[in-house]
């Protein structure tokens, strides 16, 4: 399974750094690598408490950026393999999230769109909340001149 994650998560000379949950669970990690790819995603790493600054600007803009909204549980935060660039953070709560919630805290960045639904490759009753960045996905195509 580590020899499939090459590309999508990263590693050191102990081995991939598997997410909470496929660390443990071994169905867990071939979930996560079926996810991943049909999202075309590689793991991504910020410092930012919330990922959404990172989402929105590459890095996180704001000196002081602490707090978490209330449906972070089971979060990483994911880069397109197209592109390099961050496209999602995904969270995957133990509870049914009301998508009106999830807009509400991204409602500052207009660059940012919310999904709620039911996958989610942790299981375990989770449901899978995506914070996306689409202009982030894929290379825009210039026309000839």
């Known amino acids: 399974m580590d020899d499939h994650a090459r590309g999508v998560l990263n590693r050191d000379a102990d081995g991939v750094h598997w997410p909470y949950g496929?660390?443990?669970?071994?169905?867990?990690?071939?979930?996560?690598?079926?996810?991943?790819?049909?999202?075309?995603?590689?793991?991504?790493?910020?410092?930012?408490?919330?990922?959404?600054?990172?989402?929105?600007?590459?890095?996180?803009?704001?000196?002081?950026?602490?707090g978490r909204p209330?449906?972070?549980?089971?979060?990483?935060?994911?880069l397109s393999r197209t592109t390099g660039r961050p496209a999602l953070v995904f969270n995957q709560p133990y509870r049914q999230v009301d998508p009106a919630e999830v807009w509400g805290s991204i409602s500052e960045y207009p660059s940012l769109t919310a999904e709620v639904g039911p996958e989610s490759w942790y299981g375990a009753g989770t449901s899978g909340v995506y914070i996306w960045n689409h202009d982030n996905r894929s290379v825009a195509v210039q026309s000839p001149r």
């Open 70 to 78: 209330g449906f972070y549980d089971h979060t990483t935060m994911w």
């Open 22 to 66: 496929p660390n443990i669970y071994v169905q867990m990690r071939g979930d996560l690598l079926d996810w991943a790819s049909r999202h075309d995603l590689k793991s991504g790493n910020t410092g930012c408490s919330s990922g959404l600054h990172w989402l929105d600007k590459g890095r996180c803009a704001k000196r002081e950026c602490h």
